[in-house]
């Protein structure tokens, strides 16, 4: 099963050129410019437009239910026959927490701390939002296990970028 790779807004392009994506999912503030790679096809990228936020704030959108749905539901229909991209404006927060949801979706029998930790691993600044995996969490039935897991792992170390990296689906 090909892995999710998770990286920032400026380094997309790169990204998606060295892992040979068929698919991206883009998560990003509502009116944030961005420009789909040529080789994402129009029907193979996700835009998911969200803050990356906890708590209301003026002028941001808030993740909500809808927004983990489009999530899970561009998951689902990605036909894994090639890498995924999933990507932010910086890389660590909305990105990590939809690459932890994509894992624990797609692999409902592996355990969230083990998700958690392998995502640690790959990507030292991994922060993902807290509210994302809430709401994942609720929706996937995983009965706070997401939450703890995330938790456990802690605030990744600070960073304006997160280093592109992939989490591995098996």
Same mark, same amino acid.
């Given at each position: 099963m090909?892995? #999710?790779h998770v990286c920032s807004l400026s380094r997309l392009p790169e990204t998606v050129a /060295?892992?040979?994506a068929s698919h991206v999912l883009t998560l990003i503030n509502v009116g944030t410019p961005m420009e789909r790679p040529a080789a994402i096809r129009p029907e193979c990228h996700g835009v998911v437009g969200v803050s990356d936020i #906890? /708590?209301?704030l003026d002028g941001h959108v808030l993740p909500a239910d809808?927004? #983990?749905?489009q999530i899970l539901d561009f998951v689902a229909a990605w036909p894994r026959e090639q890498p995924l991209v999933i990507h932010c404006y910086a890389g660590i927060s909305r990105s990590t927490a939809a690459a932890f949801i994509a894992a624990c979706a797609l692999k409902p029998e592996r355990d969230e701390a083990e998700? /958690? /930790?392998?995502l640690r691993r790959a990507s030292p600044s991994a922060t993902p939002n807290r509210l994302f995996v809430e709401i994942a969490d609720r929706m996937l039935g995983r009965n706070g296990r997401m939450v703890a897991a995330i938790a456990e792992i802690g605030r990744g170390a600070e960073a304006f970028e997160g280093?592109?990296?992939h989490l591995a689906l098996a």
């Open positions: 090909p892995s #999710v /060295a892992t040979g #906890v /708590a209301p809808a927004h #983990v749905r998700i /958690a /930790a392998t280093e592109p990296f």
